[in-house]
């Protein structure tokens, strides 16, 4: 099962930052926090991920907490291509091959 | 460098028929794994390959099988097939070791 709690839905306005939430409470100290998002019917693509420091790339900004229970993605500017059901998961980091577990995600919808 | 992609990208085929799905890893990625999405829900982890071994199996059935190959392409092979196993199947390359998997765009499977 997944160790994520994801809200199921979330809607923001084009051009305005998007902030969805993620909740892990049973975070273990060496398991990374993963987002991807996934465009309808098209592969996960991966945004970002993050031990225990804030990270930053060119598609977003991950702000974990400081006991590392909860995090959040932000996109910020966010534009109609950034409609997509968003995934947060926590995964052992030390080894490559340990799998991806997904729950249901958030759908984000940006309107214009 | 090129992405990690799938063929076919489509396929419909009747109950109790037998598929080959195929995915070719991201350019230096030699670990595959590969994922089911039933419609509404997130990928689920079927297995992994590492140096042309399974190496890594999630709750699927035996008549779930695949391969890897030396240049770290792979496929996915279902016998038997059932209607549940209507889906889009998804396929992942990283680097062993590597935290981060890259999806390709999958393979939408229609069984009648």
């Known amino acids: 099962d997944a160790k994520t709690t994801q809200p199921p839905s979330m809607d923001c306005a084009e051009g305005r930052a998007a902030n969805l939430p993620c909740n892990h409470s049973?975070?273990?100290?060496?398991?990374?926090v993963y987002w991807y998002r996934q465009i309808h019917s098209q592969g996960p693509q991966y945004i970002i991920h993050?031990?225990?420091n804030n990270e930053t790339n060119e598609m977003a900004s991950l702000i974990i907490t400081e006991d590392r229970k909860s995090s959040t993605l932000i996109l910020p500017h966010a534009t109609l291509r950034d409609t997509a059901v968003y995934y947060c998961?926590?995964?052992?980091?030390?080894?490559?091959?340990?799998?991806?577990?997904f729950g249901k995600g958030t759908r984000l919808s940006v309107i214009a | 460098e090129t992405g990690v992609t799938q063929s076919p990208t489509h396929l419909i085929k009747t109950r109790g028929q037998q598929v080959t799905l195929r995915c070719s890893s991201q350019?230096?990625?030699?670990?595959v794994s590969w994922y089911q999405q039933a419609l509404g829900q997130g990928p689920q982890f079927i297995f992994q390959?590492?140096?042309?071994?399974?190496?890594g199996r999630g709750n699927f059935p035996p008549r779930f099988s695949g391969l890897q190959f030396p240049n770290y392409s792979s496929e996915l092979n279902v016998n038997a097939l059932e209607l549940d196993d209507s889906a889009l199947y998804l396929c992942?390359?990283?680097?062993?070791?590597?935290?981060?998997?890259?999806f390709g765009p999958g393979t939408r499977l229609t069984v009648l």
């Open positions: 992942a390359s990283s680097l062993a070791g590597g935290l981060t998997q890259y």
């Open positions: 049973t975070i273990s100290g060496n398991e990374y």
């Open positions: 993050g031990l225990k």
């Open positions: 998961i926590v995964r052992v980091g030390d080894s490559g091959n340990t799998p991806l577990v």
């Open positions: 350019s230096g990625h030699n670990t």
């Open positions: 390959y590492y140096r042309e071994e399974e190496n």
